[in-house]
């Protein structure tokens, strides 16, 4: 299988929000999909949508959490495409808590499916990527964490730290393979999810980031399918921040 062909490329948390955004952007350049979540209609619905366009898309329902579903889900991918060359680990949860009544049960939930579910993911996809010509693994962290804070996500934050952590050593165990790891970090992007929290939360986002707006879920697939390009063959181990410049600002004043 060459890369300019048509990659097999499986999106983990596909049923909506960044994962749809990032599988959208590979079926639009011809990937063909493994559409990977839960929730079974929503992603048949996803599915049909692009069966329809010609691209093929298979729904694949499994919990990043349980390493026996994800080996169920690797290898229903390789035994209806052939093989598998592009991992999309972009599952994630964001329960809010505040530190002073964080539970354990919240805490291991959270670091559960973020963090060991990033591990449990890579970990499945492993044999079939081995196979690949140019196996790829792109994880979807956070600007949560690695590099700013929010109240209520001090778990979720440790997680999307703690998977940075660890795309560094996968980036050197599986390079002798022929198989790249990096992560993209988003900013506030426009999600189903994200809506819920409020319009009051997402106006003074909006205000606080110099782009004046919320990424899309294309912006962040867009960012995935250059990690998973001929060009970033040779890039391993890295990271690469989507957030409209968000960081950046010492103060509110700074964006004006
Ligand atoms: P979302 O809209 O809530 O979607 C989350 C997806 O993950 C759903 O498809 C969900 O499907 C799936 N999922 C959750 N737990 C799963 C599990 N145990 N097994 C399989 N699939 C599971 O969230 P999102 O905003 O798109 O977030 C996606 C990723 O982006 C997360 O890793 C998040 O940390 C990261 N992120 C998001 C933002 C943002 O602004 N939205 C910013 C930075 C980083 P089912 O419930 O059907 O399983």
């Known amino acids: 299988m060459s890369q300019e062909q048509s990659p097999i490329v499986m999106v983990t948390g596909a049923s909506k929000g960044i994962g749809k955004g990032i599988a959208e952007v590979f079926a639009n350049a011809g990937a063909r999909l493994a559409l990977v979540a839960r929730s079974k209609d929503a992603l048949t619905e996803f599915a049909t949508t692009y069966r329809e366009k010609g691209i093929e898309a298979e729904v694949i329902v499994a919990d990043i959490t349980d390493r026996a579903s994800m080996a169920a889900a690797v290898e229903k991918t390789v035994e209806i495409f052939g093989g598998l060359d592009v991992l999309c680990a972009n599952a994630g949860i964001f329960p809010a ?107 003074s986002m909006s205000a606080s980031i110099p782009m004046k707006r919320l990424g899309s879920t294309a912006d962040i697939g867009h960012a995935v399918r250059f990690f998973a390009s001929p060009e970033a063959g040779y890039i391993t181990g890295q990271t690469l921040i989507v957030d409209g410049g968000q960081i950046l600002p010492e103060s509110l004043d700074a964006v004006g």
Do not use: C
């Open 97 to 203: 808590a505040s530190l002073e009544t964080m539970t354990d049960d919240d805490w291991d939930t959270v670091m559960d499916t973020n963090l060991k579910g990033t591990f449990i993911s890579v970990q499945a996809a492993m044999p079939a990527l081995k196979t690949s010509a140019f196996g790829r693994v792109i994880v979807t962290s956070s600007i949560t964490g690695p590099v700013t804070g929010y109240p209520g996500w001090a778990h979720y934050g440790a997680s999307k730290a703690g998977q940075l952590g660890f795309i560094r050593t996968a980036a050197i165990e599986l390079a002798k393979y022929n198989i790249t790891i990096n992560a993209v970090m988003p900013g506030n992007i426009l999600t189903e999810g994200l809506e819920d929290m409020g319009d009051d939360y997402l106006a």
